[in-house]
């Protein structure tokens, strides 16, 4: 049902003022010492002399600024891997992954938000709530968090909820092509309430931002057809058809559209251009053989009388 973009930005892990000064500079030596360390050797550098100098302060001041770079760049490489494995559709390895993320750093809102989705994608939207939860506590203004939170209430078919967080969303989409997607998506709710009005708005809306919004068109077209009404829904599958001409699903609505409104002639030809597009279009072979018997029914009808 969601025409979902499951990419969230990548931003920088927050420095956390949660840990004490002793266990920075435990976990820096540790760091150091490590294997791929060599990245840590300056500032560490810059701490010890500073110590050698007695400023002991400067040094622990010095050694949490490294020691948060260093988790930082470990969260994120954690958080890349999560987001390969979960393009793949392993999600189960992407939850892993995104957990040593937050374990590493507690409040990477990110990985939070992403590990959300990978619950939603499991059908574990229990987890998935508590994620999301986590990461709008961290930052209550985290709109990915709004907008993946959005497609779990989705799922589990709690579509107010749903409208609710795209709402909250579209107030915090970073630029313009992110609205346009969040207001889609919320037309997309609120076409499954059958609030077709409202999902209408939203599509047109969406088509504003992005006069080349191809799935706002077709979504749009049949809020139109399921409204009956034939003209509007004709002209958004034509758009379609002009932006997309392999959408095999355009012309064959559009041939229903067609036929509604007598012209089967065109209906026909929506049709076979369908299954040129999609050879096995079981439908459109269905409905291109109602279009040619429906006009031979009254007269099939006089024969049987005779």
């Known amino acids: 049902m ?83 494995h979960h393009e793949k559709g392993n999600y189960r390895q992407a939850i892993a992954d995104y957990t040593l993320a937050v374990d590493t750093y507690p409040e990477y809102v990110a990985a939070y938000t992403n590990r959300g989705l990978s619950h939603s994608m499991r059908g574990d939207y229990k987890d998935a709530l508590k994620d999301f939860e986590q990461a709008l506590e961290i930052d209550p203004n985290y709109m990915q968090a709004y907008y993946f939170r959005a497609f779990a209430h989705e799922k589990r078919r709690q579509f107010a909820k749903a409208i609710s967080d795209y709402s909250v969303a579209i107030t915090l989409a970073a630029d313009q092509y992110e609205k346009s997607r969040v207001v889609y998506q919320r037309g997309l709710a609120y076409r499954e309430m059958k609030r077709y009005d409202s999902a209408v708005e939203d599509f047109t809306s969406a088509l504003e931002i992005n006069p080349a919004y191809v799935s706002a068109y077709f979504s749009r077209a049949l809020v139109y057809q399921k409204m009956g009404e034939e003209e509007p829904a004709i002209a958004d599958y034509s758009r379609v058809i002009e932006l997309r001409p392999d959408h095999a699903e355009a012309y064959h609505n559009r041939g229903i559209m067609y036929r509604k409104t007598g012209a089967d002639h065109l209906a026909i030809m929506d049709y076979d251009k369908a299954l040129e597009i999609k050879p096995r279009y079981t439908r459109a072979y269905v409905n291109k053989g109602y279009a040619y018997l429906i006009p031979l029914l009254p007269l099939l009808l006089v024969l049987a009388l005779g």
Request: with cysteine.
């Open 2 to 84: 969601l025409d979902f973009d499951p990419h969230i930005n990548l931003c920088k892990v927050p420095k956390s003022k949660n840990n004490s000064a002793m266990k920075y500079i435990l976990l820096c030596l540790i760091l150091v010492l490590a294997p791929g360390a060599h990245a840590a050797t300056s500032c560490n550098d810059d701490a010890n002399a500073a110590r050698m100098d007695n400023r002991i302060e400067d040094a622990i001041e010095i050694l949490k600024d490294c020691l948060d770079e260093e988790l930082s760049r470990l969260a994120r490489t954690y958080l890349l891997l999560g987001l390969a």
